[in-house]
């Protein structure tokens, strides 16, 4: 993710393509509404030396009567042009920032949905939020206002500059002097105020991350009756944001004195030189009058300048965080030689002495794992929590590469294959359930939006899911929560079974989905696993014995390395971890039963 060799403002322009031109009739039309500004005092110094001060002023207003009236008619009519191109430019370079805005949104949403689990460990929620709202507007109306404010800046300063070393060079001159001083402030200003806006970008995060977290997980927070606690973390980011927001804005007012000193010491300087040269008779009364009616096109984009400055590191912040997703890569992608399979696997699954990593961690969590699930078969996974069953099906729809060894599925390396046609054969059923804002329907036809209504009730009938749907109000058409709020843990397991079946996938891979169901609701959901009416490997993450009597092999795995693995009397006989675990879970209603 290196944003370095991507200039900023190259990254600006290539996004602008198709509407570069547009918006440069929009900088053009800047630099001509400002130019124009012009023609107010040079009409304006015509009117004072002909018809007010001149010498023949007296005899002018009477023979030159027409021109007068041409000279004020043409002073309104340009004002009126010029107002008209204003609100043109402002409506183009709006446009053009909106579909800007767009075009980047999107793709940064792209970006963000096809990368891979690592990316989602290492980024927080709310972070990438501020990137793709706060950031974007920041980034847009760099090409809304920023960029038009710096032309509209210049092109009325040279112009204005250009005007009078033409009516007078000597008096410019003495008034542009000023300017380097002015310029040399704004430098010193924008040293001071670049971190600013870095740290604000970063508390403004904090602030969204905090504000998500607690949002999203409520219900822990009020579990734990911990409103106060987290109502005080909140504020505390919110205090920090604020101060963080006053003293970006103080810098502004350490600097603005001096620049404000510096500008009104124009027109002095213009009293005293210009009325000097009045005096000397070097200046006609005209010309001091159009001088001073422009000396604000000289102090105000001065003046403007340093807001601009602040603008554009605001931009700069923000773009740096934009662009470090607009250019981030997966590294789990399709491989160009990728292999080509037939859109429906056997369901063969291999591992081959695979150990694993995580790569934001330190200690292996898989050592030399090697198995055969062959197609049809059902595996069941046991083990105490935390020895690696979640980080070992993860390989299989290859959400993380083995650091050694190979996972194979129909004896093809899952990283020599096509991501969507991999991920495409497995069900998969995670540890962490989560449904979408959505109807019951619409959650477990989310892999296959074809599927028919009597399909999507068939596989709710097969994850034992249909009776207390169809209890539910509305049935089907139920909407549950965000994350599925609304259903109790043991529905929303069984929903998120269908969802895993609704795709008739070849490998049915299944984390711990039975946990929060009774036995009984279990036996009819390990009866219908049986009588599936399409081929599938089974491989069953899952605690009961109950749950993995009847698998055809069972793999034990204490500390990332597979312990034990047979069948159910195998490993009883073996007199191991899984006897001891039969013992235990059995053993409680036996001696119930002899007591
Ligand atoms: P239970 O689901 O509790 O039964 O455990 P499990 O067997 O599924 O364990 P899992 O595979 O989730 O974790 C195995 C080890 O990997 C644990 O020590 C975790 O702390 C670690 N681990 C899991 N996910 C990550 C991750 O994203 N990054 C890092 N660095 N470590 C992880
Ligand atoms: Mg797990």
Same mark, same amino acid.
């Given at each position: 993710?290196?944003?370095?060799?991507?200039?900023?403002?190259?990254?600006?322009?290539?996004?602008?393509?198709?509407?570069?031109?547009?918006?440069?009739?929009?900088?053009?039309?800047?630099?001509?509404?400002?130019?124009?500004?012009?023609?107010?005092?040079?009409?304006?110094?015509?009117i004072v030396d002909l018809f007010l001060t001149g010498e023949d002023a007296a005899t002018n207003i009477v023979t030159?009567?027409?021109?007068?009236?041409?000279?004020?008619?043409?002073?309104?009519?340009?004002t009126f042009l010029r107002t008209l191109i204003v609100y043109l430019v402002c409506m183009d370079v709006e446009h053009v920032s909106q579909k800007v805005l767009y075009r980047v949104r999107t793709h940064l949403f792209d970006k963000i949905e096809r990368q891979d689990m690592q990316f989602y460990n290492t980024y927080r929620t709310g972070d990438l939020m501020t990137r793709v709202t706060g950031d974007l507007d920041a980034v847009r109306h760099m090409i809304a206002w920023v960029i038009r404010s710096i032309v509209e800046s210049f092109s009325l300063l040279v112009a204005t500059a250009a005007y009078f070393i033409y009516m007078d060079w000597r008096l410019a001159l003495a008034i542009l002097a000023i300017a380097p001083f002015i310029m040399i402030v704004i430098v010193l200003f924008r040293n001071q105020v670049a971190p600013r806006h870095k740290e604000l970008r970063e508390k403004l995060s904090l602030l969204n991350t905090a504000a998500q977290e607690n949002i999203s997980g409520n219900r822990v927070v009020k579990a734990f009756a911990r409103e106060e606690y987290e109502i005080n973390k909140f504020d505390k980011c919110s205090i920090e944001f604020s101060k963080t927001n006053k003293k970006t804005a103080l810098t502004w007012i350490t600097f603005f004195p001096y620049i404000e000193t510096f500008a009104n010491l124009m027109p002095i300087v213009l009293l005293v030189v210009g009325g000097l040269f009045i005096i000397n008779g070097q200046l006609t009364m005209g010309e001091y009058v159009?001088?001073?009616?422009?000396?604000?096109?000289?102090?105000?984009p001065m003046r403007m300048l340093g807001n601009i400055m602040n603008e554009f590191q605001r931009f700069s912040a923000a773009s740096d965080k934009v662009m470090e997703i607009y250019y981030s890569e997966p590294k789990i992608v399709d491989k160009e030689d990728a292999v080509d399979m037939p859109n429906r696997f056997a369901g063969k699954v291999e591992f081959k002495n695979v150990s694993f990593q995580y790569e934001d961690g330190n200690l292996p969590v898989l050592h030399n794992i090697s198995f =055969? %699930?062959?197609? +049809? @078969? &059902? =595996? %069941?996974?046991? +083990? @105490? &929590?935390?020895?690696?069953k979640t980080s070992m099906i993860q390989l299989i729809p290859r959400f993380y590469e083995p650091t050694e060894g190979e996972v194979l599925v129909d004896g093809v390396n899952?990283?020599?294959?096509?991501?969507?046609?991999?991920?495409?054969?497995?069900?998969?059923?995670?540890?962490?359930?989560?449904?979408?804002?959505?109807t019951i329907d619409g959650n477990i036809a989310y892999g296959d939006s074809s599927l028919t209504k009597e399909e999507v009730e068939k596989f709710a009938k097969y994850s034992a899911a249909a009776k207390f749907i169809t209890r539910m109000p509305e049935g089907y058409d139920t909407i549950v929560g965000e994350r599925g709020v609304g259903l109790s843990g043991g529905q929303k397991q069984r929903i998120s079974l269908a969802r895993a079946l609704a795709v008739k996938p070849a490998i049915l891979i299944l984390d711990d989905t039975t946990s929060a169901v009774d036995m009984e609701t279990e036996k009819q959901i390990q009866h219908s696993l049986k009588e599936l009416d399409f081929p599938c490997t089974k491989l069953i993450i899952a605690q009961r014995i109950s749950t993995t009597k009847f698998a055809d092999k069972i793999l034990i795995i204490q500390d990332g390395r597979i312990t034990e693995s047979?069948?159910?009397?195998?490993?009883?006989?073996?007199k191991g971890y899984y006897y001891n675990l039969v013992q235990l879970q059995t053993g409680e209603t036996m001696e119930g039963g002899e007591a």
């Open positions: 993710m290196d944003t370095k060799k991507h200039s900023k403002m190259a990254w600006l322009w290539e996004n602008m393509k198709g509407y570069r031109v547009i918006y440069a009739i929009g900088i053009l039309g800047t630099i001509v509404y400002n130019v124009m500004q012009l023609t107010v005092p040079y009409f304006t110094q015509q030159k009567r027409d021109l007068f009236f041409q000279l004020v008619i043409a002073m309104v009519g340009f159009a001088f001073s009616g422009l000396i604000w096109a000289v102090q105000n =055969v %699930a062959n197609p +049809g @078969e &059902t =595996v %069941a996974i046991m +083990g @105490e &929590t935390g020895c690696g899952v990283c020599d294959m096509k991501l969507g046609q991999l991920r495409k054969n497995i069900g998969l059923a995670t540890q962490d359930v989560l449904l979408y804002s959505d047979g069948t159910h009397d195998e490993l009883v006989a073996k």
